[in-house]
């Protein structure tokens, strides 16, 4: 029996909250996760607030493999996630000086003070560095923190995506033009008859020639094909 790695995510941004940001970050590891056989398990959006990180790190940090935190990493006075962080973990906050020296290096006359908040870091943490990006993902602990900004949390994600690998997930879609009300005991007998596996149901409104597709995931291949193979054949599909 393959052991489950499993994640957390949490987005903390206040323009998260009131809609000013579209948190797409979130979308963004969970398609890289399954791609790395890594179930995302849950999923956070907090507001700028150090109470609000450390309760939601003390509540997912001893529970899932992984936790991967998004935004509240810049100059500014509300880029709190380091401190908040390093609360939650009852360590101090330090100014590491291979990001200070990179910051003076990069701004050279232009370094306001302000911009070496982002040297801080939480004390312990270790600096993963992606090409050709200035800053570095932290971690600390198993806890990984990214930029809030879509274009380098991604950059940064993919930069250090294959320390993550597990043990891959397979899955079967079965295309099924009956409408899901008369499809759930087919389905609940699917579970019975092959425990080890996950089956979603997902109807479809968009006229694609199918009423629902049903999905087939689990980490033991045989099981996943025994059960797609058993699923055409009662459902009908393809």
């Known amino acids: 029996m393959v052991q489950e790695v499993t994640a957390a995510y949490i987005g903390i ?10 948190d797409t970050n979130f979308f963004c590891l969970a398609r890289t996760l399954k791609e790395l056989g890594i179930r995302l398990a849950r999923g956070a959006v907090i507001p700028d607030d150090l109470d609000a990180i450390r309760e939601t790190l003390d509540l997912y940090r001893k529970r899932y493999t992984y936790v991967f935190i998004s935004g509240g990493l810049g100059p500014t006075h509300d880029d709190i996630t380091v401190l908040g962080v390093a609360r939650a973990l009852g360590v101090r906050v330090v100014r590491n000086p291979v990001l ?22 939480p004390e312990g943490a ?13 971690s600390v602990e198993n806890i990984y923190l990214f930029p809030g900004i879509p274009e380098l949390f991604e950059k940064k994600l993919e930069s250090i995506r294959e320390r993550f690998r597990s043990a891959p997930f397979y899955t079967a879609e079965i295309l099924c033009d009956r409408f899901e009300s008369e499809i759930v005991d087919m389905l609940l007998d699917a579970l019975k008859r092959f425990p080890s ?17 049903i999905v087939v995931e689990g980490r033991e291949q045989e099981a996943v094909e025994r059960a797609g193979a058993h699923l055409r054949s009662t459902l009908g599909g393809g």
Do not use: N
């Open 13 to 22: 941004g206040d323009e998260l909250l009131s809609g000013s940001t579209r």
């Open 126 to 138: 270790v600096l993963h560095f992606c090409d050709q990006l200035l800053i570095p993902v932290l």
């Open 197 to 213: 596996i996950k089956i979603g149901s997902y109807p479809q409104w968009k006229g694609e020639g199918y009423q629902v597709k």
């Open 100 to 121: 200070e020296s990179k910051l003076r290096e990069y701004f050279g006359d232009r370094l306001e003070a302000s911009s070496l908040k982002m040297a801080e870091v």
